[in-house]
């Protein structure tokens, strides 16, 4: 560096020494400040693992129904894996599954997605129950979370309720953030809504109630700035009848209608309702097999098999799908989205995967529904099975199984291609369910809950071969359990020599179902005339 060719750089060095001196014992600092931390954790980790502390004599599955439970799970290994990214050397793979900040905000979405559809209280939730079954009260910062994700979906007064949860247990020490902060941000919800007053009325509350001259300040400082913002606007005037309470974000009323199907509130209003019954099916090919079969709905028709697939086989499924689980996309292959219309993962699991397992099921659908089910790897009959494994929350918004594009049809994979539509749907339930979670169908007002070992089976189009636009369906946030579900999509042109007459004699045509109960014409035309329909909508 040619330092000894002349002395003036020896004399810079000297006055920086003190600098270069403190970056290092900075340095210094900062790594024994994470060293600290680490081993605080190693510690708190050794005396209570979480396998120990969180499940306390519950089987993992039985603690993850509750969705609070995900929740924490979810935001503990994704702070961890914050706290692991300090470490320099270590086996990266073992942290390849796990959550982070993102997965988070994710679990909270769902929770409040779970709040709005099926009308959870705040008071409730907070402290961890959720009809009757209970977790850990929710902490200062899981309030606060829920209130960002909240006020991310636009639902105001949700966001105000739990930001002032957030604020009540500010003392539990879990959460760092000011309170000026977050009473800044309920006021901001306030002003959101339109109501003037109440935001003026908080800030004036506050600084009555600070606790520190800097806490004092900071709210006169706001509301000045908010007086000289609305100055001109008489705020009285202003404030509707807005409070958190009934604030509710306006959703469009496809949204409002499949949130009520969820909750229940609906009425088979169907004028053949009462004819609705279950009965035994015989097996299409082997005599001696009959089928547990009950009939939702004569058109579109929509009916459940009972006791159709054992725990055994059921496991089998998902087994097979694990693997190969991927967020859940939606759309045709050629331009496939990630979006919150569905949110759980899918696999697929192909006949001939393990052994005859899978064909065995693949079969057995055939026998019950008449169709062909058979797997080939060019024009098929019937797709894979696909697996479904659903998260916080998670659901699948109405939509209908067949593409409504036509062109789309072939865009589709190979094995796909000249095979049709998805004529049918198959869909097996693969576990427990408590509460949410049913495949619902709007607009004909059914409902098929979700029973483990039974399938939903219903055709996507109408007799005359065309698309059945009152199949559309979805399936329901799932408030307690878990969900696993596996679909069987049985293509169009398969069925040339199968396809079952009783569907186009009898279901699509309910006046010919009714026939083959035996009821006279003129029986029939009084039980249509005396039937109780509510008048429509816009009739
Ligand atoms: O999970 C459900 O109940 C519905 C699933 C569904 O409709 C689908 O996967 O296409
Ligand atoms: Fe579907």
Known sequence: TDIFTSLTHLKDIIENEEILLKTVSDYVTSEEDKINNLERFVELSKEEPIKKSLLSNK????????????????????????????????????????PDETDIAGAAAGIIRLQRTYQLSTNDLANGN???????????????????????????????????????????????????????????????????????????????????????????????????????????????????????KTEPEWKVKYEEMCRGQFKQNSKYAKHLRCRYVKSSTCPYEIFKQEILSFSPFISMFHDIISDKEGELLKELAKPTLERAQVGVASKPELTTQRIGKVGWVWDNYDGIGVTKLSNRVARATGLSTTFRHIMTDAEPFQVVNYGVGGQYEPHTDFYLQRSDLNTVPEFLLNTGDRIATWMFYLSTIHAGGATVFPDVEVAVPPIKNAAAFWYNFEEGGDMDMRTSHAGCPILLGQKWVANKWIREFGQFFTRRCPISEFFANEDKYLLSLGYSKREIEEINFYSERPPQPDQ
């Not at 799970?73 to 796990?98: C, D, M, P």
């Not at 709210?219 to 100055?231: M, W």
């Open 59 to 98: 089987t993992v599955d039985e603690y993850l129904s509750h969705p609070l439970n995900a929740y924490y799970l979810i935001k503990k290994y994704a702070l961890n894996l914050e706290r692991l990214a300090q470490v320099g050397n270590y086996n990266k793979s073992l942290v390849a599954n796990f």
């Open 130 to 248: 959720i009809k009757g079954f209970k977790a850990d009260p929710l902490n200062s910062d899981d309030c606060y979370r829920l209130g960002e994700s909240s006020k991310e979906n636009s639902e105001l007064g949700l966001a105000v309720q739990w930001f002032n949860k957030s604020i009540e247990k500010l003392h539990d020490g879990s959460n760092n953030r000011r309170i000026e902060d977050i009473v800044s941000l309920v006021v901001d919800m306030f002003l959101l809504m339109g109501n003037g007053k109440k935001a003026l009325d908080i800030y004036s509350f506050a600084i009555k109630t600070a606790k520190s001259d800097e806490s004092k300040e900071f709210f006169q400082a706001e509301l000045d700035d908010y007086n000289e913002l609305y100055k001109e606007i008489d705020v009285e005037e202003n404030s509707s009848i807005h409070d958190e309470y009934s604030w509710r």
